[in-house]
T-cell receptor, first 113, second 112 residues
Framework: QQQVKQSPQSLIVQKGGISIINCAYE??????FPWYQQFPGKGPALLIA?????SEKKEGRFTISFNKSAKQFSLHIMDSQPGDSATYFC????????????FGKGTKLSVKP | ETGVTQSPTHLIKTRGQQVTLRCSSQ?????VSWYQQALGQGPQFIFQ???????GRGNFPPRFSGLQFPNYSSELNVNALELDDSALYLC???????????FGPGTRLTVL
């Protein structure tokens, strides 16, 4: 059972465009939703995270939108740059269990110059 | 902060062998979680260690075991290696009371 579903699998965006990656979850006990960026040969690095008590969180060019009733959340990358080309993972965990992250399958983002 | 470090970087083993992977947690962190990331997939939770004891386990068989030491560093041991164990093994350290998990660079294990 896949508890966190991520789409699309791959995404190509022009430089300066907006990249949007979507995730849906099933377990209503989840209360922590981070996004990770991973470059080839590297471990995942935390980009931004949100809790369900807010609907949106913005950090620089990265924004998480959260819809609790629909059990969906998304990552928006504004003004996408070639350096943003990486694989992005959404994840979720339950309260008191943040070390046990359930990851989506990832989205490979390519930003064309 | 030194971040999370893992050793070795790469490892090649044959089926049936045993392997030990090591992780040093970020300074100040007391919890270590281990993940397996198969090629093209998201990381999958193996288990977490806190206060030198296993504190939560994912859907992995008992031949995956671990240790945590008083300095919070950790080992992942895998016995009777199978071809499907080939993957990137990641550890992440955090505070048990909450907070962000910081991932190490991983160990790439190849089982032939």
């Amino acid at each position: 059972q896949q508890q966190v579903k991520q789409s699309p699998q791959s995404l190509i965006v022009q430089k300066g465009g907006i990249s949007i990656i979507n995730c849906a979850y099933e377990n209503t006990a989840f209360d922590y939703f981070p996004w990770y960026q991973q470059f080839p040969g590297k471990g995942p690095a935390l980009l931004i995270a949100i809790r369900p008590d807010v609907s949106e969180k913005k950090e620089g060019r990265f924004t998480i939108s959260f819809n609790k009733s629909a059990k969906q959340f998304s990552l928006h990358i504004m003004d996408s740059q070639p350096g943003d080309s990486a694989t992005y993972f959404c994840a979720a965990s339950r309260r008191g269990s943040q070390g046990n992250l359930i990851f989506g399958k990832g989205t490979k983002l390519s930003v064309k110059p | 902060e030194t971040g999370v470090t893992q050793s070795p970087t790469h490892l090649i083993k044959t089926r049936g062998q045993q392997v030990t992977l090591r992780c040093s947690s970020q300074s100040g962190h007391n919890t270590v979680s281990w993940y397996q990331q198969a090629l093209g997939q998201g990381p999958q939770f193996i288990f977490q260690y806190y206060r030198e004891e296993e504190n939560g386990r994912g859907n992995f068989p008992p031949r995956f075991s671990g240790l945590q030491f008083p300095n919070y560093s950790s080992e992942l041991n895998v016995n009777a290696l199978e071809l499907d164990d080939s993957a990137l093994y990641l550890c992440a350290s955090s505070l048990f009371s909450g907070g962000v998990g910081i991932f190490g660079p991983g160990t790439r294990l190849t089982v032939l």
